[in-house]
């Protein structure tokens, strides 16, 4: 770890021994750095990727040392049916990490699986301890959308700087792995502005649209719609040019049904809904459309294909599915052995996994 990393996760430590719950925001800003970071740092070290990760790990067990979280039958929604499901949850994990740690010979591989199986969990307690009410959450929200927004934002600035710029490059350009999709008759690559891919790139500004379409409709005073409706669109046209075309329908998704929840439970507020979602949409997608011939043109020309691919994307899901049941033998690769930091265990995911990894059942 470079010696800013240790000092900032330093800084964070000492500020959870104070406030746990204001320690676990600066979280959100690593999670920034991190990518950053990686990138101005020779060979791009891989330890970066899972830097916000140990200090949110290290945020947590403060707060457990300090006896400030819920037990975990918190979790469990007080309901003996629901408490049987986790322990049968939490029993196939472990042995899913069995059945990695025996496949693979390498302890790292059932590590990280505990992470991504076992985060969630841990979510939901840090959760339950942290939100005390409706105020709490909004800060949370929207100190989310005061850091990740600026830096989705750089994306916009990847085609046209990242050549002399390097902290504008996708981190595949330092590792060897860059990322190019090749569609619509050519060859593009997927922007990532500072974030580490373009991937991330679209997660985080997906997640701050609906964070801050959220925060514009539980606020007492909507008087800020044109704003709101303009952020959004920059943030679909941020994943516009990542060309991850998934996380528009991510964002489809989440807006209907968003939609109708507010149409059902609070009167007035669908109509709101519908014209920020409409209106963000369109002038997103108006804004890369000036100019037919342009570059941008060609990442809305691939974005525009997601929903009518939709069908054969479920089809190609169960095929890949069934494959992945087949070499396996029926009993799964283990947990952890198709993440994406496999490779650095020594673990090569292409010859695991088969391309299967994404629709494990």
Known sequence: MTPLAGAITLAIALLALADWRRALLGVIIVGVLQDALRKLTPAAPAFYIVWATAVYLAVIAIAMLSRSLPPLRSIYLHDHSVRNAWIAFFILIALQMLNALVRTGNPIVPLFGAVFYLGPPVAMLVAVGYFSGERQLRRFLGFYVLIFLPACLTVYLSPSFQDAWPVLRDVGTFTRSQLYIYDVGTILESYSGILRTGEIAAWHAATAAIFLVT???????????????????????????????????????????????????????????????????????????????????????????????????????????????????????????????????????????????????
Do not use: C
């Not at 909507?222 to 994943?239: D, Q």
């Not at 994406?340 to 088969?354: D, H, I, L, N």
């Open 215 to 361: 925060l514009f409709l539980t606020a007492r005073r909507r008087r800020h719609w044109l704003i709101t409706t303009m952020i959004v669109a920059l943030m679909i046209g941020v994943i516009v040019l990542t060309g991850r075309r998934k996380m528009l329908m991510a964002l489809s998704v989440f807006f209907v049904v968003q939609w109708a929840l507010l149409a059902w439970l609070r009167k007035g507020m669908g109509k709101i809904a519908v014209v920020i979602i409409l209106v963000g949409t369109l002038s997103s997608y108006s804004l890369t459309l000036l100019e037919p011939t342009s570059e941008a043109n060609l990442y809305v020309q691939r974005s525009s294909t997601v929903f009518g691919e939709a069908t054969g994307r479920v089809g190609l899901a169960l095929d890949l599915m069934k494959w992945a049941f087949i070499r396996s033998g029926g009993l799964g690769l283990g947990a952890g052995s198709s993440a994406q930091g496999a490779r650095y265990a020594g673990v090569e995911q292409s010859k695991q996994a088969g391309g299967s990894s994404e629709a494990g059942l």
